[in-house]
Structures are given as structure tokens and as C-alpha cells.
């Protein structure tokens, strides 16, 4: 290696040791953020609180409530005299379902008539309705199957007819935990790459550092390697820290090849690393990069595939989305992790970074080297 | 080898309409102390980038150590050390630290940047303060590691925009002996400045205002041919009353303070002298002598600003 690169690897090390706190938080963050987003952002929704209002009190009515509470989905938190009570229950936010059980429900039952019941889902939450939904409609049909088979005396599910088995692969037990764990690394590495990178390279012009270099034989590129590689290696190291606390603590698996995972997270860099160059040569200040840095984090968190399926956008949204980078390292580590595939799955994935991260590497160096003159 | 280690031929740079140097012509001999001086803004920092390859001239042509300015800056920038007008120092590296720095971005070997650093240390008065954090040097010692730091590769020739600004006058005479030291070696030194006893101190020099190159020479020269003008120099009290009195005569083109003296510029002041005396005495100042002076440079430099304000007044 040259010693012009030596030299300013070794100076950002200097700068970085120096500087305690900064150094600190660089490990912190991406604890506190694996902890939020696998806890906090989670999408199993179990146990709503649910209130029910029984108006026919029978042994049916009661087996058809027990039904619910089995499910896992409904936590009776009370019972209701009205149905007015449970409009005021909903409203306040206090439950997020309820369960009318009309008077007569036993009755129709036992005449072999239908029985309606009505479960009033609180939509405000989308996520937390669906699956009420859902889940309100499968607890009822069981129910409602074996009702039939007591009363015909056969099993039903003898009967011929469809039967739907569906299984999970990768995750099956649905655990919000595996899919966001190996998405917090990628969060990770790009938000303090992009940051970082930035930062060092604005507080140098606003020390005044900058002109000083630009006059020594030092070329553009190699400020840029230089100024980055050590946060590449605190990425790398933040990279592993999730890894290891994903694994131990949260139970996330890591099926396929961590050399690969590392190497084509090289490869995502070289965007995010582009980013911050990009933004280093906007701003003026290190608070407008710090702004700056925020402000490109938003695409890949909203529309990188990060916390909302990418599927379930409008069309133009998706469009936009081929242009965020994260897009595709998301799926190349969960794709590693969970389901353990080599790199001959994730060919779209590098073709696509191998495009991207050098164009915008490109873009962001030429700008950069005119915010030097 | 080449005798000369800098040169321009109408040399410009305009940023828009403001014309910041305006056809520059001079050259620096090898070994050679070379003052740029002029007010603010007069165009010595441009000047300078542009010989740095930091700005592309508008039009002219310079050479820096044989290397056209703007096809070989990379050539010209290995070979060169420069502190500029703000030149700063990573506050939180040590002294060493950022000697190592700037040495290594040369290509100085670890080995050779030791051996230097004890050496240039001692000749610029930073010895022992190699472990001190910059953040914690006072500022004479940082612009002296400042220079140290644009010395680390050996340079054949040195920039230094404004080094002695905000620096202690034995600092400064320390600086120039270092000044002379080099050159005497083979350097050569291209420095601005506005002190005009630091001017004094430049083998040659310039000056430059408005962006314009206005008069060239050794100070000897300067003060001998440069003027047209003779200075009259007096010692009177009380001085603002006295300043007042001649301006309002119109007997010299400039009347200006010179310290706790005054200085009145103008042609055949000889003749002046006595109704001067007699004028000063009559409005009640007490004037202790008059006389005849060699000029200054600073007169020289007044008396030039002011031709070239007369011969061509600022717009707007
Ligand atoms: N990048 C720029 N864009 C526009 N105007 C500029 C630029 N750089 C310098 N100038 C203008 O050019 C003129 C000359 O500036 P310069 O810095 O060369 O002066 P100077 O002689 O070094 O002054 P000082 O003693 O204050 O350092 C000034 O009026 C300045 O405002
Ligand atoms: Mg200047």
C-alpha cells in the first residue's frame, strides 16, 4: 500500500481514538437499534385485548369464547353488559376487539339453525386488524366444523372435500425477530458509512484541513479510501455484533455462508459509501451532513423493503425502489441467514449493486472533486 | 539548473465580473525571499492558488520549478510546501502526530521523518513539544509547526500566505532567520504579507493591489527609484490637530500618520518645510523638527496605492 493511504488511515484512526464518545456510540447504535427493531417492530400480534359481551350465556356461547381465548390471538380482558360498552371500549382504545354473542346463539345451535356471532375489529392499526380478521374467521370455523361433527356423528373432515395444509419454510414459526435482525444489518452498515464518511470529510473543511491536503500529492481517491476504510472496519465489526446478538439472543439463524454475507455486503458499501461522499460535498457543515445523512436513510428504511413489504407498494413506488441500494442487500442477507441459499440465488441482487454502487460512487467522486476547487 | 524557481506572464483571474488578478507578470530566482504586499484583497492569496494549480488562471501563463501551473500542478505540488493564509492543524493529534502526517502524504519515510523532525524542531523552537496536543498550543507555536509541517518533504520552494499574522515579534524574527537559513541552502520562498518591516526583510518583492502588480524590486530600489515623491517627516504635537492643518493646506498629495510621527508626501517638499512650520506654529502646535527623510515603504507603497487610485478611481 502507499504510504500517502498509510498516512491517512493512520491519521482517521487517530481521530477516531481520540474521540471516545463518538467511538462509543458508533458500538452502541447498533445495539440499541437491534433491541428496538426486534422488539418494539414487531408484527406477531398476539393477544388483543378483547372484551365480549354474551347475551345468551349458554354452554355453547361459553365453549365458542373458549375457543377464542385458545386461538392465542384474543385475551379476554373483560365482559361487557351492552353493546354499547364495547362501542366505549373500542373507542378508548382500552381493547382492540370484541365479541358479540347474541341471545339465542345456543338455541339456533341446538335447532341445527345458523348462529350468528359478530366480532367488531379495531382497523386503525392495519397490521393488528388483518390478522384479527383472519384469526376471528379460523377460530369460528373450527368451531363451526366441530359443532357439525358433533351433531352428524361423523367427522366431517372424512367427508372428502379440500383440506388446506399450509407450512412455512425459513421461518416458520413467523417470528418478526428473523426478519428484521438481518435487516438492522443492513441498516447499520449503510447509516454509518453514509454518516461517517460525511462527517469526516466535512470537519475537514471546516477546519480548513481541506485545502492543506488538496495542495499535497494526495489524490482525490485516495483521501476517500483512506478517510473510509476505518469505518468500513467499524462497520465490519458493528456487522459482526449483530450477528452474534441476533444469534444468542434473539435465536435468528444463520443458515448459509458468513464469508459471502461479508463479501457482498463489500459490495453494498461501495453505495453507501458513495452516499456520504455525496453528501460530504453538499453540506457545510457537519450538522447539515448529519441532516443530510438522515435524509437518505429515509428511502431505504420506507421503500428499501426494510419495514413494509416491497410487494405490497403501488407500482410507481416500487419502480423508485429499484434505485435504493438496501433493496437488494436486504434480500441478499435475509436470504443467507434464513434460508441458507448460495450466491447463485442473489444474481439480480449483484448484477444490480454492481451497477449501482460504482454509478453512484462515480456521480458522487466527480462532485466531490469539484466541492475541492 | 534553472535560475528561476517561479514566473508569470499576465497572469488573471476572474471570478464573474470581479477581476481578483489582473495580468500579474513576475518571476522568483532560486534561493530567493520574494514578498507579495498588498491590502486585503488585493489578489496575493489567488496569486497563489493559482501557481498552486488550486485555481485555473483565466488567462496568462505561469511556471512553478519548470512545471506549467496548470497541466503539472500534480509535478509542482510534490515539490512545493505550503502554508496557507489559514493554514490548520488537526487540533486533536499531537505536535508529532501532525508532522508524521503531512511528511507521510509526501512520501517521507518513516526513518528519514524522525531524523527531520528532531532537526527542523530545534531550528524553529518546537523541541520537547512533540507529545502536546495542537489543541493546546498557543498560537505562535502553532504557525511555526504550521511551517515545520510544509517542510517535512524538503521543499525546493515554499508558499507562505500571511505565516507571521497574529505572531509575536520574536516569533517572527525567528521565523525569518529560519527564512534566510533556507534560502541560503537554495530555497526559495514566494510570502505575503502586510507588515511593511516584513516587506524589508524580502531579498525582493511586490507590490499588489487591486489585483494589479504596481511597483517590483528590491526595498533599496523601491525607495530609491519607485518614488517619485520625497517625504517630509515630522515631530510635532498634538498630532491630530497637525494632521488636520496640513491636509486642509493642500500643500502635499498625502498627509499621514507614522506612528507618533507624521509623514507629508508631495514634490519639492523641500521648499515646504519653513511655511509648514510656521503654519503648524501659527495654529498653535509645537513642532519639535522637520526634515527631509529617506522614504519608508510604507510611504512608497501609500504614495503608489494612491497613483493608481488617481489614474484609474474605483467604479460604483
Ligand atoms: N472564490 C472566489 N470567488 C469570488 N471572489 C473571490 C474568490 N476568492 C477571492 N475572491 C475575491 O478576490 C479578491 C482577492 O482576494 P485574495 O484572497 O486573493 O486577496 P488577498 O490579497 O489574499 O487579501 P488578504 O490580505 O485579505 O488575504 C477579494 O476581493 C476576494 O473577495
Ligand atoms: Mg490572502
Known sequence: MNSRLLSIIRKEFIHILRDPRTLAIMFIIPIVELFLLGYAVTTDIRHLNTVVFDADRTPQSRQLVEAYRASDYFAIARYAQSEDEIAVLLDSGAIRAGIIIPAGYGDNLARGAVAQVAVLIDGSDPTVASTAFAASQSVGQAQSIKIVTQRLGVDVTRLGGIEIRPRVWYNPELRSANYMVPAVIGIILQFLTTLFTALTIVREREQGTIEQLVVTPIKSWELVVGKVVPYIAIAFFDLLEVLVLGTFWFGVPIRGSIPLLLGLSVLFLLASLGMGLFVSSVARSQLEAMFLAFLTMLPSIFIGGFLFPLEAMPGWLQAISYLVPLRYLLVIIRGIMLKGVGLGAFGDQVLALLILGPFIMFGASRRFRKSLE | ?316
Open chain 2, 1 to 316: 539548473m534553472n535560475a528561476i524557481a517561479l514566473s508569470t506572464e499576465h497572469i488573471s483571474k476572474h471570478f464573474d465580473h470581479f477581476v481578483a488578478v489582473d495580468h500579474v507578470s513576475f518571476s522568483v530566482r532560486r534561493g530567493e525571499i520574494y514578498g507579495l504586499l498588498g491590502p486585503n484583497g488585493a489578489g496575493k492569496t489567488t496569486t497563489i492558488r493559482m501557481l498552486l494549480g488550486l485555481l485555473t488562471p483565466t488567462s496568462g501563463k505561469g511556471a512553478v520549478l519548470g512545471f506549467d501551473i496548470v497541466k503539472q500542478a500534480e509535478a509542482i505540488r510534490q515539490r512545493v510546501g505550503y502554508v496557507s493564509q489559514k493554514f490548520s492543524l488537526y487540533p486533536d493529534l499531537t505536535v508529532a502526530e501532525n508532522f508524521n502526517f503531512y511528511g507521510g502524504v509526501y512520501g517521507v519515510s518513516r526513518a528519514a521523518l524522525a531524523e527531520r523532525r528532531a532537526d527542523i524542531f530545534r531550528t524553529i523552537g518546537l523541541s520537547g513539544q512533540d507529545q502536546e496536543r495542537v489543541s493546546a498550543l498557543a498560537g505562535g507555536s502553532r504557525q511555526r509547526l504550521a511551517l515545520a509541517c510544509a517542510l517535512a518533504h524538503e521543499p525546493e520552494l515554499l508558499f507562505l500566505d500571511e505565516p507571521t499574522a497574529g505572531v509575536d515579534p520574536i516569533s517572527r524574527r525567528g521565523l525569518w532567520d529560519l527564512l534566510y537559513a533556507l534560502a541560503a541552502r537554495g530555497a526559495s520562498v514566494l510570502v505575503t504579507t502586510h507588515y511593511m518591516d516584513e516587506a524589508e526583510n524580502c531579498h525582493r518583492l511586490a507590490f499588489i493591489y487591486r489585483g494589479r502588480l504596481v511597483a517590483e524590486g528590491t526595498p533599496q530600489e523601491m525607495k530609491t527609484q519607485q518614488m517619485v515623491a520625497q517625504v517630509v517627516e515630522i515631530d510635532c504635537e498634538p498630532l491630530d490637530a497637525a494632521l488636520t492643518v496640513l491636509r486642509a493646506a493642500r500643500w502635499f498629495d498625502e498627509v499621514a500618520l507614522y506612528g507618533a510621527l507624521i509623514h507629508a508626501i508631495g514634490q519639492n517638499v523641500a521648499e515646504k518645510i519653513s511655511p509648514a512650520r510656521a503654519l503648524l506654529q501659527s495654529k498653535g502646535v509645537a513642532v519639535k523638527s522637520a526634515q527631509v527623510i529617506l522614504p519608508s515603504l510604507e510611504d512608497v507603497f501609500i504614495a503608489r496605492l494612491r497613483s493608481v487610485d488617481v489614474d484609474d478611481p474605483i467604479s460604483e
